[in-house]
T-cell receptor
Framework: KQEVTQIPAALSVPEGENLVLNCSFT??????LQWFRQDPGKGLTSLLL?????REQTSGRLNASLDKSSGRSTLYIAASQPGDSATYLC??????????FGKGTHLIIQP | KAGVTQTPRYLIKTRGQQVTLSCSPI?????VSWYQQTPGQGLQFLFE???????NKGNFPGRFSGRQFSNSRSEMNVSTLELGDSALYLC??????????????FGPGTRLTVT
């Protein structure tokens, strides 16, 4: 059974810092990996999708990497802003098997 | 293009009752998945529908069921509600299903409270 772990569970940093969120998974036979953000009481917003054959994806200040062999992914956020405050979720799998989610990293960017 | 919509957004029910939640996917998307989110268990996969067929189901009791219509809209039903069913229920849509897994887009969720 796939298990996804996200470290750290919570993170608070001053505005402007670059930061890295970590995600690890136990079964490397994944179709893809997707990073989401969730604001309090809201649904999930897709940030980046990495297909199993890819190593990284970039969108604006966000960069996500995938190392299937080691079962790891990182989400890099450059020049953090208060608006980046949210819970960040990593999910693996996809397709008919559904997504397996980590418990998330609760991120606070201090102004 | 309109996003995934879910109705109702909030719902309060009593133990023993049943409830039906609705999800309209992004236009052109044929796959709809449902997830339950609770503080203790996090996000858990309920089931996925593609072309009106249930493709897979997560580890939930038979009280949880769903269906998909020819226009790809989906409903999920929970019968004989229990207090533990209180959760945020999220629907996600994707262009297709199977090995070529595509990006999933989530709706705002339905907050169900069981009293």
């Amino acid at each position: 059974k796939q298990e996804v772990t996200q470290i750290p569970a919570a993170l608070s940093v001053p505005e402007g810092e670059n930061l890295v969120l970590n995600c690890s998974f136990t079964d490397s036979a994944i179709y893809n990996l997707q990073w989401f953000r969730q604001d309090p009481g809201k649904g999930l917003t897709s940030l980046l999708l990495i297909q199993s054959s890819q190593r990284e994806q970039t969108s604006g200040r966000l960069n996500a990497s995938l190392d299937k062999s080691s079962g790891r992914s990182t989400l890099y956020i450059a020049a953090s802003q208060p608006g980046d405050s949210a819970t960040y979720l990593c999910a693996v799998g996809g397709g008919a098997d559904g997504l397996t989610f980590g418990k998330g990293t609760h991120l606070i960017i201090q102004p | 293009k309109a996003g995934v919509t879910q109705t109702p957004r909030y719902l309060i029910k009593t133990r023993g009752q049943q409830v039906t939640l609705s999800c309209s996917p992004i236009s052109g998307h044929r796959s709809v998945s449902w997830y339950q989110q609770t503080p203790g268990q996090g996000l858990q996969f309920l089931f996925e529908y593609f072309s009106e067929t249930q493709r897979n189901k997560g580890n939930f009791p038979g009280r949880f069921s769903g269906r998909q219509f020819s226009n790809s809209r989906s409903e999920m039903n929970v019968s004989t509600l229990e207090l533990g069913d209180s959760a945020l229920y999220l629907c996600a849509s994707s262009w297709t299903s199977g090995l070529a897994a595509y990006e999933q887009y989530f709706g705002p969720g339905t907050r169900l409270t069981v009293t």
